[in-house]
């Protein structure tokens, strides 16, 4: 089995790494020559373009940073479509607007094409262990016949829906984590304001209708958690550039389908801010340091 | 033992009858007389005030429906003070905020009282059972003196820090749970727009860092967690008004602390609005309800 | 002169009526046949799709409802690129994000065009007089060159900046205008919750640093301005949904630069939702009518 | 005329100078020592509490920081009521919520007091001048009767209704001026994201719908309005600590109304952030710089 991989940054080169263990030959393009030559270290070959990896794999498989990465790997002159052949079978792993992945998904079928939409979860360690849960929109026959392949680099491996669908559904649950990460932070802000201890409201809460699986994995609060990243100075995780930009697709796609969205705005709005004073790179449950004093206040 | 109870209404007339049970002696009032013929009819004995309340009882218990409606039953002519014996004990069992609740213990202090602040949750259901949380703000002291009374009403009594803490633990809870129903809604009103199940996107997010406590128990969408209130035409559980009204005591309350509350602030809105338009009475799931169109929509 | 004219809805066709007034020679196109055949009893010649009206213009204008439509008008198959002359100028006259705007006018110039951006604003009655005011982006001589056309079209007419500005100038205007009149209904409402009188409190603000031009023009109570929507049922004016559509705008050209932006965010979302329950065909003023209750409220 | 006067802070020690002026025997008060002996270098005798000051003068004016201030001026041991005569006129002409305001207005008729609430706008420039705004709320006859006191302090002196409507008068301008200055940073930071000049971008609002007093006076972006604060690096003019402050009022007398608020409800939230990163002592228009990135951002 031959895999074309466009895309071999920090996500994409373990993962091809994990397709390389499986026996599979990876041809491999990345318009970045440091991180195409990351690829080779890991066991791909190198080729000339996303065309030419397309040309070179039985499947293709897709892990940029941004929609218009996404629109430039498929649509530019040299890239995917120009390589296609009949019935080639298209995987894209990026995190993108469900928008966009349906439009390049029809693109790709116009050409004769099929398309999956296959987000991931997990970061690089899970990406590294093969263990990265893999959220997947598109036919049920396609999902089928890309099974072998997704399931070397990911454990958690479920399909949602058709075209599109793996998009949104990795939005819908980083929109959840996101509000629930700033709650959280606000929730113990307020307790710190009136001497209300973190590790007993934690319990409290932990027993009641506010538990949440961010105040039980990454409570923003140092020293609660023992595996979160708040207890090393917020090192991700997942970055609250990450989620910021996720939050924002989710915002923007609800703006397209016209569904009112109040706390995933007001969440994204704030996360940007927090990235903008110097917390792009932290862990987004940062969020609770950005909501603390930087400086001393005057009375009013 | 005697209690003096001020407050039969709603939950309060529950939570005497379980007093009663206990071969408390309950001396009763309320300024709703129907209110303060129910709590006759489950036991207890009607006195002419508040003040006579705290007369006829070793300790006081209250619970009214908002913060000035304490600051009554405390401070008014005929309140509680007028009839606080030396060293006498009162549990305020309403949810209000915890400026106020500090300011009231400091005044029955004055007087030579002691205060406990201990808001409940579980609603009338676990009030009936004798089964409802209580967290208690106070002194330890009195908080173990006041652990019989409690634990006739509630099962999970746990005693959280100084005075004003029970109040605070509470709305921090209620502020995280609030803001998760919205966000939950968001989420799945974004996936209903794009084709995606909210049974399989459900058992995505199960699974992921997107997971509530109030999607597991009170998913808004119908059809799904076979006992929340959005099953039932969404009656309640807890009112979209008294979600709106906790939201607001804790944006209230990060005002005063000079917190910045994003999310929380957003969701009071969005509560207080879909309160406006009929859904105050409904369980505050009901807010999936108010972001899905109530009529067509023109094309752009 | 002759210009090739694409889009000739609401606005095109009073618009091309101008340009025919002043003699010049209108070869018009839209994919609604009805709209078509309205242009043609407006004096413009009929032409079977947007590269034909390029083919037959000096001069190309195009005014449509949204992005993906200005995309469809330059970029699809029989598109005004495919009719596209060398050197030739196209002026987009549609209110779109200035991202799209920046690329269609890149995908212009690759194919040897020039491109202006310049959305009006003023409505259908401006549209009509010919009194529109036109904010053009795009180089200074092309600006010179189109001032004939625009002038026949609008009175105001302003040169603000590079490819994309005439967008941006529009979109900061109307998010501004947006914010301010939830920000006035929102002011109004708690005045009227006190009994103070809306006639004195406009007096007081507009002579304060509260006033605003939606306040002194459209002001959102019934009763105050004479000529504002809310005293014929907020009849637009400029609908809620135009106006939600360009927050939306705003917002995601935000997001991509990674800028924060609170209040626009929460006014697109309420604004959105008031479409949702009806009023989206109304004025955006009568956001002030849906933040009243629709129906009795039950005491807390 | 002897005016018992109570806070002789930063805006009280210059209106109480105006008084002295005017001829007018001032016995002031301040819990501050260093400034009561400020007020007496201004020409004020001092007195031993509030209700002395109340003793000696004919009529009381009280202007301290805060609701609670208020509160204890009054309804303290050695408050104003402890000295009230009978038919003695108050005027509160501190900025609090006006909630607070009428049921300090209540105890002081509950003792045969009358009572005005009467807060001010111009800031301490206005205050030496004489030339304050004073929004009035209270009997119409009584209006009448302090008009020669309220005039030796501010110049455009208008009773806008009952009690508590001079707070929600002033409340309700500032909600809107807060709220536009978010709104006008939001929409500058967009355009310069794009390129688009600040000049021009403010000559096309300005002759449009999104035109505010806050652009025309205090606009926030440095180098366009000769007096604004933003070009003296945002001296003030009006605090972002103030301005945080009333927008948190107008939010809770929001909330006591049940009325929604959503762009004051986030304006409020960023404004009190941004004094939370040290801009509470500079003009509320520096909320513009708090939207610039205060850190280089890595690419996502």
Redesign the interface.
């Known amino acids: 089995m031959n895999v074309g991989f466009i895309g071999t940054g920090t996500m994409g080169r373990p993962m091809l790494a994990n397709l390389v263990k499986k026996g599979v030959a990876v041809f491999a393009y990345d318009v970045v020559p440091a991180a195409l030559q990351s690829a080779v270290s890991a066991g791909a070959k190198a080729v000339a373009s996303a065309a030419d990896a397309a040309r070179h794999g039985d499947v293709v498989v897709t892990i940029v940073?941004?929609s218009s990465n996404v629109v430039s790997a498929y649509l530019d002159t040299g890239g995917v479509l120009d390589g296609l052949k009949r019935g080639q079978l298209c995987i894209d792993m990026s995190t993108i607007d469900?928008g966009t992945s349906r439009r390049v998904a029809e693109a790709v079928r116009a050409r004769g094409g099929r398309f999956l939409d296959a987000p991931v979860?997990g970061g690089v360690p899970r990406a590294t262990d093969g263990t990265l849960?893999i959220?997947v929109?598109g036919d049920a026959g396609d999902f089928e016949e890309a099974r072998p392949i997704l399931g070397a680099m990911g454990t958690?491996v479920?399909h949602?829906?058709?075209a599109?669908?793996g998009e949104?559904?990795k939005?819908?649950?980083?929109?959840?984590?996101g509000?629930?990460a700033?709650?959280?932070s606000?929730?113990?802000?307020?307790?710190e304001?009136?001497?209300?201890?973190a590790k007993?409201?934690t319990?409290?809460?932990a027993?009641?209708?506010?538990?949440?699986?961010?105040?039980e994995?990454?409570h923003p609060v140092p020293g609660l958690v023992e595996k979160a990243p708040s207890n090393r100075d917020y090192e991700p995780g997942?970055t609250t550039?990450?989620m910021a930009?996720d939050l924002?697709l989710?915002?923007?796609?609800?703006?397209e389908?016209?569904?009112?969205?109040?706390?995933?705005?007001?969440?994204?709005?704030?996360l940007?801010?927090a990235?903008?004073?110097?917390l792009?790179?932290k862990d987004f449950s940062s969020v609770y340091r950005f909501?603390?004093?930087?400086?001393p206040?005057?009375p009013?």
Chains 1, 2, 3, 4 share one sequence.
Not at 207 to 215: E, L, P, R
Not at 250 to 255: D, K, L
Not at 257 to 268: G, K, N, S
Not at 275 to 278: E, L, P, T
């Open positions: 940073p941004s469900p979860s849960a959220m929109g958690n479920i949602v829906g058709p599109g669908a949104v559904a939005l819908c649950n980083n929109l959840v984590a509000v629930a700033v709650a959280v606000e929730a113990f802000r307020i307790a304001g009136f001497g209300v201890g007993v409201l319990e409290v809460i027993k009641s209708s506010g538990n949440t699986w961010v105040m994995h990454m997942f550039d990450l930009k924002g989710a915002v923007t796609a609800a703006r389908l016209r569904v009112p969205v109040f706390v995933a705005a007001a969440a994204q709005q704030v940007r801010l990235s903008s004073h110097g792009g790179r909501l603390r004093p930087s400086s206040e005057a009013v």
